[in-house]
């Protein structure tokens, strides 16, 4: 090992030393992992997550224990009826006799309705018509429609014919719209009259004198629509951070997957569950998986999830669907 | 669970330097690395030393050659370049020496002695040959091997990276990048060492090459001398 050898390690040693402190000091660094700083950001107004309830107060009058199921029936199936009703104007002058033959055209049904409605009607209407005439006279032309019901059997259940009998006749003079509102007001009194005319226990399950049955009222009537819509856009942005987008086709971004997620109230996460998914095509099926697992993954690594309103936690944030959207979390 | 994916991917999106590269490393791919940087490090010494020398020998054999076709009497040049650790001295010590030997007794042969002045500086060259090209061969090794050491330190790497992906039940490229990007700085590093140990052992066997080509011409012109000088006598 002579001289020019050990001015050769010493320059080579040397020469290392100061390449590895360059690299280390990264003064090569092509890499430069800037991008993310200059990413725009969705802005929330979290503002908006208000601590008052806006939603319609729909579900005060909790739904009672005993409802009857059978009279509701009639109601929800009756408000398609009353377009028929104008149809049957025409005919209530000739009442029975004629619906059998004119009406033979669109009756294929009719010939198994005549039997039961016939018998039953006649004993019905007499009802009816009778009290018609009182609260609301000018609708006598409306008992008529007992034609439609002969009709309307044949789409319903065969239950109906019994009640839809009463049920439509309510119809026919014209309370349609207003029937639901009018029954919990009028009851105390004057409820009695309508209820002989909508059928004795039309009225029963309803329970209208403050019913005890204090059910939950619906969960997602606690936190108004609008809150909740800023709460979801606060919790996107607090799970946006911890997003880590797999690698997936070109649109693989596009699969929206709707988690179920369920919170404990100091905003840990309890479970996430991937639900239904939109946005696949058949060009990225194949990642619907992989991009499910993402979404679900992202929410749990950002699990203790603050700075969520605690008052907005009792059917808003403690279980809700969040409709993942990668486009958006990147 | 979360923790522990979140640290390495920060860890190696934002280190990419190389001691985080080899502080990450597994031990074998550590060890790879050692070795590759060694190698390199012998290599850049090998070329810097033996290619000034080299260089430094071309020029001095050129101006010693001139100065000894210049000179008068040879036996006066060689007395004061005795000391002289050229090959081109080694190579016309070597020759004198024979010359006097040969020439030492009452009775000259003339073949026996061209013969004897021939083979004594032949090998005279070829072992100052040898000497000059004594490292070229670790350069070669190095050229040829470095590679090869890189990727198996990159291979094992990267069997460690999917054996992470199978033991963390997690398929993004965030869990096996970094396992990934330090595995391939095996390979870069055996690239690094290997590419300029190619060159030089080139450059280096080209320099040797054409120096052991003057001493060869320098000894057939001396030996031609001491032949002429045989005849005279």
Redesign the interface.
Known sequence: MDRAERIGIGVALVGHAALFALLSLSLFSARVPKPPVAQTMDVQLVKDVGPTSSAPKVAQEAPAPSEAPEQDLPDDTTPPPPAPAPEPKPTPAPPKPVPTPPKAKPTPPKPEPKPQPEPKPAPVKPEPKPEKPKPEKPKPEKPAPEKPAPEKPSKAAPEKPSKAAPAKPSKATGLSSDFLKDLPQDKPGPAKPKGSRLGSDFLKGLSPDKSPGKATAPHASAVSARSMSGLVGLIAARVKPCYNPPAGGADAGSIVTTLSIRMNKDGTVASVTPGAQSGVTGSNSAYAKQMADAARRAVLRCSPITGLPPELYDGGWDDFDFRFKPDQMQ | ??PQ??TP?VAG?AT????ALFLQADIVVKIVMVGL?AA???????????G??LK?IAAKSAKFERDFWAAEDIDNFYTTHRNNTLPSAKVLGAGVTEWRRSTAGKKIDRDGTRARLATTMGAATAAEVDRLSDRLNILATIGSVGPFVGLFGTVWGIMRSFTSIAAQQ?????VVAPGIAEALFATALGLFAAIPAVIAYNRLSHGINKLEARLHRFADGFHATLSRELEDE
């Open positions: 669970m979360t994916i979140a991917i999106a990419m330097s190389p001691l940087l390199s490090v012998w290599t850049w010494a090998i070329i810097i030393g033996h000034t020398r430094r997690n398929t993004s490229l965030g």
